[in-house]
């Protein structure tokens, strides 16, 4: 169906981010493509939609691809009018970023019916796509309150929401190709073992072939049949599955010049649980009572009134100086809700939010292409914050401090400082969102999904580096996260939420030993 050759891609002035990368794909095959953030893996699925940056520059290469009737098309030479015939219709993707991939000033139903009016020719009536669109919401798990999700801006809806309504919108024209660029990084156990379920379907019932991109190894276990490793722009290994994902991390460091992380790096094993003296009990950072968050729903006739829809309900927790407390549960259970919310992003309808005196409250976004400013480099995004926070200074000073904060999250600053957000990968924004998230010397962070773009070794070192500052520091850390291996390892406590409400909570490894809740018990299960 596919066969790469060569293909070759740069940015001015910068070595290739992919680099004479050749390989081919059966149809009906799962391939894989596996490596560290950066080594060049969306930039090809961007080249094979012909969506490739402004600034980006194909070498050389050549991408032939086989449709089911008629001549090859050399897919980095397709024409605008080529692309309308294959793009969405034959070859589709999944993007990485949902908020961004999607009109921030267009409901997401009208953009679900305008994708099935080009995408879906033979559905002839608004009537049909209405039926689809519906069909397809049901597929992806996105039944409850489908009215209000339709017609929500993409910004009032939860990351996990959007990620699936992206989904859908590649899977809308029946693709025979579809690319799916980490497509279930925002979701939650559950929904993310249903996501992988319906791919795995739809590819036997319509003979779809597919293309995965993650760094995560449980997904590409039941996602991919054959493998590439990918290190800077480049295969270095290549194989069945099963076999390259037996070696578990160590697929990571299979390049030549990969970086030993252990070593180089630092990574260590889990600090063991932390004990205090009398004197040194920790002083509580953040207590929250009975915490309501509202959001109006559309109303049916401009005289009818508007009812709430009560994203959180009756939430009440505290966190110590230096905790680690993690909230799980699944999309849209309102967890972004409440951190948007202390973040003072988000109202409150009820309820009390008393922070320690002096306190500092810093968030790290889900999606970190979307907090960042597109024109500006990393380095004024940190010295922004900086600037804010020590004032009076010489640039000088701001520069060296963010360099500091650059290095320390894995991104040397004589590389990386005055380069802007679109030519990083997704990985690397989202350790610019934390660097920029520590310039303010919070006393409380918060994590939305921090690292759920990172790959499995920069993952650790990013883990270590929140562990190391919140015991060094004393920053109490409350943790977003749908990994629940991570959060049994890492947090002190855990709260499992459901529907806007408290379900479970404790010990994190002790809750997920033996949940009590039913959706601890769903979400663990999941998990397996």
Same mark, same amino acid.
């Given at each position: 169906?596919?066969?790469?050759?060569?293909?070759?891609?740069?940015?001015?002035?910068?070595?290739?981010?992919?680099?004479?990368?050749?390989?081919?794909?059966?149809?009906?095959?799962?391939?894989?493509?596996?490596?560290?953030?950066?080594?060049?893996?969306?930039?090809?699925?961007?080249?094979?939609?012909?969506?490739?940056?402004?600034?980006?520059?194909?070498?050389?290469?050549?991408?032939?691809?086989? #449709?089911?009737?008629?001549?090859?098309?050399?897919?980095?030479?397709?024409?605008?009018?080529?692309?309308?015939?294959?793009?969405?219709?034959?070859?589709?993707?999944?993007?990485?970023?949902?908020?961004?991939?999607?009109? #921030?000033?267009?409901?997401?139903?009208?953009?679900?019916?305008?994708?099935?009016?080009?995408?879906?020719?033979?559905?002839?009536?608004?009537?049909?796509?209405?039926?689809?669109?519906?069909? $397809?919401?049901?597929?992806?798990?996105?039944?409850?309150?489908?009215?209000?999700?339709?017609?929500?801006?993409?910004?009032?809806?939860?990351?996990?929401?959007?990620?699936?309504?992206?989904?859908?919108?590649?899977?809308?024209?029946?693709?025979?190709?579809?690319?799916?660029?980490?497509?279930?990084?925002?979701?939650?156990?559950?929904?993310?073992?249903?996501?992988?379920?319906?791919?795995?379907?739809?590819?036997?019932?319509?003979?779809?072939?597919?293309?995965?991109?993650?760094?995560?190894?449980?997904?590409?276990?039941?996602?991919?049949?054959?493998?590439?490793?990918?290190?800077?722009?480049?295969?270095?290994?290549?194989?069945?599955?099963?076999?390259?994902?037996?070696?578990?991390?160590?697929?990571?460091?299979?390049?030549? %010049?990969?970086?030993?992380?252990?070593?180089?790096?630092?990574?260590?094993?889990?600090?063991?649980?932390?004990?205090?003296?009398?004197?040194?009990?920790?002083?509580?950072?953040?207590?929250?009572?009975?915490?309501?968050?509202?959001?109006?729903?559309?109303?049916?006739?401009? $005289?009818?009134?508007?009812? #709430?829809?009560?994203?959180?309900?009756?939430?009440?927790?505290?966190?110590?100086?230096?905790? $680690?407390?993690?909230?799980?549960?699944?999309?849209?259970?309102?967890?972004?809700?409440?951190?948007?919310?202390?973040?003072?992003?988000?109202?409150?309808?009820?309820?009390?939010?008393?922070?320690?005196?002096?306190?500092?409250?810093?968030?790290?976004?889900?999606?970190?292409?979307?907090?960042?400013?597109?024109?500006?480099?990393?380095?004024?995004?940190?010295?922004?914050?900086?600037?804010?926070?020590?004032?009076?200074?010489?640039?000088?000073?701001?520069?060296?401090?963010?360099?500091? !904060?650059?290095?320390?999250?894995?991104?040397?600053?004589?590389?990386?400082?005055?380069?802007?957000?679109?030519? !990083? %990968?997704?990985?690397?924004?989202?350790?610019?969102?934390?660097?920029?998230?520590?310039?303010?010397?919070?006393?409380?962070?918060?994590?939305?999904?921090?690292?759920?773009?990172?790959?499995? #070794?920069?993952?650790?070192?990013?883990?270590?580096?929140?562990?190391?500052?919140? $015991?060094?520091?004393?920053?109490?850390?409350?943790?977003?996260?749908?990994?629940?291996?991570?959060?049994?390892?890492?947090?002190?406590?855990?709260?499992?939420?459901?529907?806007?409400?408290?379900?479970?909570?404790?010990?994190?490894?002790?809750?997920?030993?033996?949940?009590?809740?039913?959706?601890?018990?769903?979400?663990?299960?999941?998990?397996?």
């Amino acid at each position: 169906m596919l066969q790469v050759s060569g293909l070759t891609i740069s940015f001015p002035n910068h070595p290739p981010v992919v680099n004479d990368l050749s390989f081919k794909l059966e149809s009906g095959q799962r391939l894989g493509m596996l490596g560290l953030s950066g080594s060049g893996k969306s930039m090809t699925a961007m080249a094979l939609l012909g969506m490739l940056p402004p600034k980006a520059h194909i070498e050389a290469g050549e991408a032939w691809y086989q #449709p089911e009737k008629g001549p090859a098309v050399d897919l980095l030479k397709a024409t605008e009018n080529q692309w309308r015939t294959l793009r969405g219709r034959k070859i589709s993707l999944v993007f990485q970023e949902p908020l961004t991939a999607l009109n #921030p000033v267009q409901h997401v139903g009208a953009q679900l019916l305008e994708a099935a009016h080009h995408l879906c020719p033979e559905l002839t009536t608004a009537a049909a796509r209405k039926q689809h669109i519906r069909a $397809w919401l049901q597929k992806v798990e996105l039944t409850e309150d489908r009215n209000r999700i339709l017609n929500s801006y993409p910004h009032q809806l939860s990351g996990g929401q959007r990620q699936r309504l992206l989904i859908a919108l590649a899977l809308l024209g029946a693709p025979r190709l579809l690319i799916a660029d980490e497509p279930t990084t925002a979701l939650d156990t559950i929904t993310e073992a249903g996501i992988l379920r319906l791919l795995e379907k739809l590819r036997t019932e319509l003979g779809m072939t597919t293309i995965f991109i993650t760094h995560d190894l449980g997904v590409m276990a039941r996602s991919a049949d054959h493998l590439l490793v990918m290190e800077a722009g480049m295969v270095v290994r290549q194989g069945p599955a099963e076999g390259l994902l037996a070696l578990g991390d160590e697929v990571f460091r299979m390049g030549k %010049s990969s970086r030993t992380y252990t070593k180089e790096h630092g990574s260590r094993e889990q600090d063991p649980p932390r004990t205090y003296t009398e004197e040194q009990v920790p002083s509580t950072a953040l207590s929250i009572q009975n915490l309501t968050i509202s959001y109006p729903t559309p109303k049916a006739f401009p $005289w009818s009134k508007a009812q #709430p829809h009560a994203a959180v309900n009756d939430v009440s927790f505290s966190l110590q100086s230096g905790e $680690w407390l993690a909230i799980v549960g699944p999309s849209g259970c309102g967890k972004t809700s409440i951190a948007r919310c202390l973040s003072g992003l988000q109202s409150a309808s009820g309820g009390t939010i008393n922070l320690a005196l002096g306190g500092n409250i810093q968030l790290v976004f889900q999606d970190p292409f979307s907090s960042l400013n597109p024109a500006h480099t990393i380095r004024r995004a940190i010295m922004e914050v900086l600037r804010i926070r020590i004032i009076g200074k010489k640039r000088v000073t701001y520069e060296q401090e963010a360099g500091r !904060l650059l290095d320390q999250v894995g991104l040397p600053a004589d590389v990386y400082a005055d380069r802007k957000p679109n030519t !990083l %990968s997704g990985g690397q924004r989202q350790r610019v969102a934390i660097a920029r998230a520590l310039a303010a010397n919070p006393t409380v962070l918060i994590a939305d999904e921090a690292v759920s773009a990172l790959d499995v #070794p920069l993952r650790k070192e990013v883990l270590d580096l929140l562990n190391e500052l919140r $015991w060094e520091q004393g920053i109490a850390l409350l943790f977003i996260s749908h990994d629940l291996k991570l959060v049994a390892e890492r947090a002190d406590r855990v709260i499992i939420m459901n529907d806007g409400r408290i379900v479970e909570e404790g010990p994190a490894a002790e809750v997920f030993a033996a949940p009590i809740s039913t959706m601890g018990k769903r979400l663990v299960e999941a998990s397996k």
